[in-house]
C-alpha cells in the first residue's frame, strides 16, 4: 500500500511543499518501505519555525534517526518534542531503546521506568526493566 501511495505523495509535496500533512504521510510510506533517505528532508523544514511540528512528526523522525543508527541525532528530537508536548510513553519508550542501543543501561533504564509510571499496562517495557535490573 505504502508503495502505491508514494507516487501520489510525491505529487502532492511538490505541488505543496509547505503542507505538513503531505510531508509527514510521505514521511511514513517510506519509513514503511525501509526507505529512510529522504525523511529528514521531508521533515526537517517544519522545524524552527513559530508553530512547532506536529507530535507525530518529531516521533517519526526520532524513529528515523533511530533506526538508522544515529541515536545522538533521535535523542535530540525526542527532546524537542518533549519540550512541546511533554513526557509521553512514547518519548520515554523511544529515548530507552536508543540509550539500549548506545550501551547507556542506567539510562535505558531510567527512562523506562518513567514510562511505567505513565502507563503500566505496557507488558514489552516491563519486561525491558526487568531484563536491564537483572543486568544492573
Known sequence: RAAEARPRLEEAINKKPEEEGYALA?????????????????????????????????????????RTGEREKALKVIEQGISHYGLNTGFLNLRGDCYLKMGKLTEALLALEKSLELNPAQPEVQKAVEELKKKD
Open 26 to 66: 510521505l514521511a511514513r510510506a517510506d519509513m514503511t518501505l525501509q526507505d529512510f533517505s529522504r525523511v529528514d528532508a521531508l521533515l526537517l523544514p517544519f522545524f524552527g519555525q513559530a508553530k512547532p511540528p506536529r507530535y507525530e512528526v518529531f516521533n517519526l523522525l526520532a524513529n528515523a534517526h533511530h
